[in-house]
């Protein structure tokens, strides 16, 4: 029963905003130190945090530019989705391990440097087993870890990035950020440059390489002609020989040509191959389709024989007529293959991922760069051929000079081809210009970013609020007390009156408990006086309520004080009222009324005396007393005796109530059977 009561309490239970501040009005004193500990807490941490500052440096990013307008957006719309996601991609490329792999290799080397290594802390080593000298500095790679903590964002809807670097040294913080944003740069030239220093390199190689053959075919002829051969050729031979040789250079240098066109599309493809496998097969079966192969053989048969008309020094320039027909056909060629390509970077765009568009672009130029060299190294091959058989038929004595002399001069402006064509590419390396611009440089802060200490306080003055309302509510929900009428009425059960606690106001004056009598005008009394209506509208019939026994779960919680009072009340209203003290074990109703509880109940009971002798008429009429009189050994048997029966019976004739205060009900049986 107790537990259907219990949960029907803990479904129904609703607390107002009125219950809760009383609540907490009621536990001030446990808010108030748990809320004033938060705070000191709060404060102590605040007063003892390092403080920490912040150095921002400022990126802008450029997007590469494609030289069509096929590689820009299909829709405007969508242009700062793209441009977002390649800001987006950048900023993954400077928080990669290689990136700040870079920026701590110099921060290592800038520690090195300086001779101040007190301003460190983020690059100093401070493990257990290194000793505390300011020579300790981080691994490259432990310190690239640390790297990751550096913040890199985006500003929202530019293409502004900020690189923000922490540290408890301010000097340190604008370093970190400072040489990161460098970096960054240098790493972003570096990809820009990739493909022509690949090939200012190769060119390097080979310029070099033919340096010395062109050396040792000048030290082969010189040892020829002194050994007494031939030392000149007529006209004939020797323009013979030049013409052969210029095409015969014009031939290898295409050749190097093509090697480095398959250089850079090797690298392109594996770049491609990274990001989409099948789209590098792709576009090398679309730049080999007839059409495509057909026009760059008639453009490659024209420049070939335009440099043929050339050769034959019969008196043409490049403004005669047949050279500037040679251009025109040359010019309408090129525009029609422009033409196609452009078709088909429209359909591969179409349909390419936005990452991809600028890479395939290179591509499909480099692959159709690559098989125009493969066709003027064709035709230049015929025309060799051709010169070949007219230089066999010289004079058998004149023919090894010619070899030599016609290797020299072929070597000669080969080197010199190569040597224009890597100067060429070398001003194109250093010409190309990175994506990336510093427009605002970190700076060293002259505040510290963090800690807020005004913030941590305030924090921690409503944490601890916080936690010590808490504290009060869980106190509360599992504490079971009751506090107040509502806490009784909320368990369904019906109060009669609500009695305000009171204290003796003299101390040890027990009289002055009784309140109904020494104050009659005070609050609790009202109180009294309400529990005496309650109780006499409790039953219809009145008149058969002849007894009240008072009772408690404990000792020490008011029972006497309550007895009493009720017992004065009901005198106040004109009846005949018998208070009777029966807590045999502590009683205390005799100290009440300062008399003496000899003789009392048990002695009536006994037959030590009689009923005159125990009866006692108090100050307050209508009210008389009966005192527990001197304590038997058996308490209990003495109120579960056949005469404590006859007793009560005859003196419910007498009285028109009884009030009977008893012992606490949880310690001892005997106001378990004084309710029988």
Same mark, same amino acid.
């Given at each position: 029963?107790?537990?259907?009561?219990?949960?029907?309490?803990?479904?129904?239970?609703?607390?107002?905003?009125?219950?809760?501040?009383?609540?907490?009005?009621?536990?001030?004193?446990?808010?108030?130190?748990?809320?004033?500990?938060?705070?000191?807490?709060?404060?102590?941490?605040?007063?003892?945090?390092?403080?920490?500052?912040?150095?921002?440096?400022?990126? *802008?990013?450029?997007?590469? #530019?494609?030289?069509?307008?096929?590689?820009?957006?299909?829709?405007?719309?969508?242009?700062?989705?793209?441009?977002?996601?390649?800001?987006?991609?950048?900023?993954?490329?400077?928080?990669?391990?290689?990136?700040?792999?870079?920026?701590?290799?110099?921060?290592?080397?800038?520690?090195?440097?300086?001779?101040?290594?007190?301003?460190?802390?983020?690059?100093?080593?401070?493990?257990?087993?290194?000793?505390?000298?300011?020579?300790?500095?981080?691994?490259?790679?432990?310190?690239?870890?640390?790297?990751?903590?550096?913040?890199?964002?985006?500003?929202?809807?530019?293409?502004?990035?900020?690189?923000?670097?922490?540290?408890?040294?301010?000097?340190?913080?604008?370093?970190?950020?400072?040489?990161?944003?460098?970096?960054?740069?240098?790493?972003?030239?570096?990809?820009?440059?990739?493909?022509?220093?690949?090939?200012?390199?190769?060119?390097?190689?080979?310029?070099?390489?033919?340096?010395?053959?062109?050396?040792?075919?000048?030290?082969?002829?010189?040892?020829?002609?002194?050994?007494?051969?031939?030392?000149?050729?007529?006209?004939?031979?020797?323009?013979?020989?030049?013409?052969?040789?210029?095409?015969?250079?014009?031939?290898?240098?295409?050749?190097?040509?093509?090697?480095?066109?398959?250089?850079?599309?090797?690298?392109?493809? *594996?770049?491609? #191959?990274?990001?989409?496998?099948?789209?590098?097969?792709?576009?090398?079966?679309?730049?080999?389709?007839?059409?495509?192969?057909?026009?760059?053989?008639?453009?490659?048969?024209?420049?070939?024989?335009? #440099?043929?008309?050339?050769?034959?020094?019969?008196?043409?320039?490049?403004?005669?007529?047949?050279?500037?027909?040679?251009?025109?056909?040359?010019?309408?060629?090129?525009?029609?293959?422009?033409?196609?390509?452009?078709?088909?970077?429209?359909?591969?765009?179409?349909?390419?991922?936005?990452?991809?568009?600028?890479?395939?672009?290179?591509?499909?130029?480099?692959?159709?760069?690559?098989?125009?060299?493969?066709?003027?190294?064709?035709?230049?091959?015929?025309?060799?051929?051709?010169?070949?058989?007219?230089?066999?038929?010289?004079?058998?004595?004149?023919?090894?000079?010619?070899?030599?002399?016609?290797?020299?001069?072929?070597?000669?402006?080969?080197?010199?081809?190569?040597?224009?064509?890597?100067?060429?590419?070398?001003?194109?390396?250093?010409?190309?210009?990175?994506?990336?611009?510093?427009?605002?440089?970190?700076?060293?802060?002259?505040?510290?970013? *963090?800690?807020?200490?005004?913030?941590?306080?305030?924090?921690?003055?409503?944490?601890?609020?916080?936690?010590?309302?808490?504290?009060?509510?869980?106190?509360?929900?599992?504490?079971?007390?009751?506090?107040?009428?509502?806490?009784?009425?909320?368990?369904?059960?019906?109060?009669?009156?609500?009695?305000?606690?009171?204290?003796?106001?003299?101390?040890?004056?027990?009289?002055?408990?009784?309140?109904?009598?020494?104050?009659?005008?005070?609050?609790?009394?009202?109180?009294?006086?309400?529990?005496?209506?309650?109780?006499?509208?409790?039953?219809?019939?009145?008149?058969?309520?002849?007894?009240?026994?008072?009772?408690?779960?404990?000792?020490?919680?008011?029972?006497?004080?309550?007895?009493?009072?009720?017992?004065?009340?009901?005198?106040?209203? *004109?009846?005949?009222?018998?208070?009777?003290?029966?807590?045999?074990?502590?009683?205390?109703?005799?100290?009440?009324?300062?008399?003496?509880?000899?003789?009392?109940?048990?002695?009536?009971?006994?037959?030590?005396?009689?009923?005159?002798?125990?009866?006692?008429?108090?100050?307050?009429?209508?009210?008389?007393?009966?005192?527990?009189?001197?304590?038997?050994?058996?308490?209990?048997?003495?109120?579960?005796?056949?005469?404590?029966?006859?007793?009560?019976?005859?003196?419910?004739?007498?009285?028109?109530?009884?009030?009977?205060?008893?012992?606490?009900?949880?310690?001892?049986?005997?106001?378990?059977?004084?309710?029988?």
């Amino acid at each position: 029963m107790a537990e259907e009561i219990q949960d029907d309490y803990n479904v129904h239970q609703t607390n107002t905003f009125k219950d809760y501040l009383r609540l907490i009005r009621a536990n001030w004193l446990p808010v108030s130190l748990i809320t004033l500990a938060g705070l000191v807490v709060a404060i102590i941490y605040a007063a003892n945090a390092t403080d920490i500052y912040k150095s921002t440096a400022s990126l *802008k990013i450029a997007r590469p #530019q494609g030289g069509s307008v096929l590689t820009s957006p299909l829709l405007p719309e969508f242009q700062e989705w793209g441009n977002d996601r390649f800001i987006a991609n950048e900023i993954e490329i400077m928080r990669s391990f290689t990136a700040r792999q870079m920026v701590a290799v110099t921060l290592i080397d800038s520690f090195y440097r300086d001779t101040n290594k007190s301003r460190y802390f983020v690059l100093q080593d401070k493990k257990e087993h290194k000793d505390n000298s300011d020579d300790n500095v981080k691994s490259a790679d432990d310190l690239a870890s640390t790297l990751s903590d550096v913040s890199i964002d985006q500003k929202r809807g530019l293409d502004i990035i900020e690189i923000s670097a922490l540290s408890p040294s301010p000097f340190e913080a604008a370093l970190i950020a400072n040489v990161y944003a460098q970096q960054y740069k240098t790493l972003n030239l570096e990809q820009n440059r990739n493909q022509l220093t690949l090939v200012t390199n190769f060119l390097d190689e080979q310029r070099k390489e033919k340096y010395d053959e062109l050396n040792s075919a000048e030290e082969i002829l010189r040892a020829f002609q002194e050994r007494g051969g031939l030392i000149a050729l007529d006209e004939r031979a020797s323009t013979l020989i030049s013409v052969l040789a210029q095409f015969e250079a014009q031939k290898s240098a295409t050749q190097v040509d093509l090697m480095a066109s398959n250089k850079v599309l090797e690298n392109l493809r *594996k770049e491609l #191959q990274a990001q989409n496998p099948r789209m590098a097969d792709y576009l090398t079966s679309l730049t080999s389709q007839k059409y495509i192969t057909a026009i760059q053989e008639e453009i490659a048969k024209l420049e070939v024989n335009k #440099q043929v008309a050339l050769a034959r020094k019969d008196g043409l320039s490049e403004n005669s007529p047949v050279i500037v027909e040679y251009d025109r056909k040359i010019n309408e060629l090129r525009k029609q293959l422009d033409k196609e390509l452009e078709v088909l970077k429209a359909g591969i765009f179409a349909s390419s991922p936005e990452e991809v568009k600028g890479l395939t672009q290179k591509i499909i130029a480099e692959e159709v760069r690559n098989q125009s060299l493969q066709t003027s190294i064709k035709e230049l091959d015929k025309i060799v051929e051709g010169y070949e058989a007219r230089f066999m038929k010289l004079p058998k004595n004149a023919i090894e000079l010619a070899r030599l002399k016609r290797n020299s001069e072929a070597l000669e402006k080969l080197y010199l081809m190569i040597e224009q064509r890597y100067q060429e590419a070398l001003i194109n390396e250093q010409s190309q210009p990175g994506n990336v611009l510093i427009i605002d440089e970190a700076r060293v802060p002259l505040a510290p970013s *963090k800690p807020n200490r005004k913030l941590i306080i305030i924090i921690g003055l409503l944490l601890g609020a916080g936690l010590a309302v808490g504290y009060v509510f869980v106190k509360n929900y599992f504490d079971d007390t009751v506090k107040s009428p509502d806490d009784i009425e909320k368990r369904k059960i019906n109060v009669l009156a609500w009695i305000p606690p009171f204290e003796t106001i003299i101390a040890g004056d027990h009289s002055v408990q009784f309140i109904v009598d020494k104050l009659p005008d005070s609050v609790p009394s009202e109180a009294f006086r309400a529990l005496r209506t309650r109780i006499q509208f409790s039953r219809i019939n009145t008149e058969s309520l002849k007894s009240i026994l008072i009772t408690s779960s404990a000792p020490q919680e008011g029972k006497t004080t309550i007895a009493v009072n009720l017992a004065g009340s009901f005198a106040h209203s *004109k009846k005949k009222v018998l208070l009777i003290d029966c807590d045999l074990r502590k009683p205390s109703v005799h100290k009440l009324f300062n008399r003496d509880k000899v003789p009392g109940l048990i002695d009536f009971l006994v037959g030590n005396a009689k009923l005159d002798e125990v009866l006692i008429k108090s100050e307050i009429p209508n009210l008389s007393l009966i005192l527990s009189g001197t304590i038997p050994p058996n308490p209990a048997e003495m109120l579960d005796s056949q005469e404590m029966r006859n007793f009560l019976k005859k003196l419910r004739d007498q009285y028109d109530l009884i009030i009977i205060d008893s012992p606490p009900v949880i310690a001892v049986t005997d106001s378990e059977i004084l309710t029988r």
